[in-house]
T-cell receptor, first 117, second 117 residues
Framework: EAGVTQFPSHSVIEKGQTVTLRCDPI?????LYWYRRVMGKEIKFLLH????????ESGMPNNRFLAERTGGTYSTLKVQPAELEDSGVYFC???????????????FGPGTRLTVT | AQSVTQLGSHVSVSEGALVLLRCNYS??????LFWYVQYPNQGLQLLLK??????LVKGINGFEAEFKKSETSFHLTKPSAHMSDAAEYFC???????????????FGKGTKLSVIP
């Protein structure tokens, strides 16, 4: 079974440009999460999809970030326009069932390292 | 809001020595607790989880953690360190009850473990 994949693995862009990150969850996983780790800080939650719907987007930093999950499969996270403070590693995770009463695990992708110069 | 404290951003141990990575959480209601490991250039991998069953939890690669409610702790241990254990370790929590219906992980800042030959 393929794991969570993310593309690209690394992106270097200039301030003001646009970048789109992609995440392919494990097949059959309805839940998809985005997290971000800014250098020196903890990994922080950005948002959560259940299928194609946004369940919780309370962690999105501002309206320069737009996440989509059309068709409930892969997801994209667009940053437009990028700012210096957006640099960091963006992780995607997926899970089959999010209810804590059942066996629960989020499977993480390798992350996309975004550098804004 | 939940918070997770990992004591020590860097820990060094000799090969064969005990590994002890500390994690404390802040919550009046015991949350669900997780330890993840990130090896270089890889995604986060779940080591073990506590979901209100046994307080001593055994995970992969010989790691275990003990949930202590009185101390609000979930420290990670391994009796004998191996060179392959060198990685970054993250403690994370999910609240036992989520009003938003989104079981996002709240992470500590991570602890980098170095193993000295």
């Amino acid at each position: 079974e393929a794991g969570v994949t993310q593309f690209p693995s690394h992106s270097v862009i200039e301030k003001g440009q646009t970048v789109t990150l992609r995440c392919d969850p494990i097949s059959g996983h309805d839940n998809l999460y985005w997290y971000r780790r800014v250098m020196g800080k903890e990994i922080k939650f950005l948002l959560h999809f259940v299928k194609e719907s946004k369940q919780d987007e309370s962690g999105m930093p501002n309206n320069r970030f737009l996440a989509e999950r059309t068709g409930g499969t892969y997801s994209t996270l667009k940053v437009q326009p990028a700012e210096l403070e957006d640099s960091g590693v963006y992780f995607c995770a997926s899970s089959q069932d999010q209810r804590p009463l059942r066996s629960y695990e989020q499977y993480f992708g390798p992350g996309t390292r975004l550098t804004v110069t | 809001a939940q918070s997770v404290t990992q004591l020590g951003s860097h820990v060094s141990v000799s090969e064969g020595a005990l590994v002890l990575l500390r994690c404390n959480y802040s919550s009046s209601v015991p949350p669900y607790l997780f330890w993840y490991v990130q090896y270089p250039n890889q995604g986060l991998q779940l080591l073990l989880k506590y979901t209100s069953a046994a307080t001593l939890v055994k995970g992969i690669n010989g790691f275990e953690a003990e949930f202590k409610k009185s101390e609000t702790s979930f420290h990670l241990t391994k009796p004998s360190a191996h060179m392959s254990d060198a990685a970054e370790y993250f403690c994370a929590v999910i609240p036992a009850y989520s009003g938003a219906g989104s079981y996002q992980l709240t992470f500590g800042k991570g602890t980098k473990l170095s193993v000295i030959p």
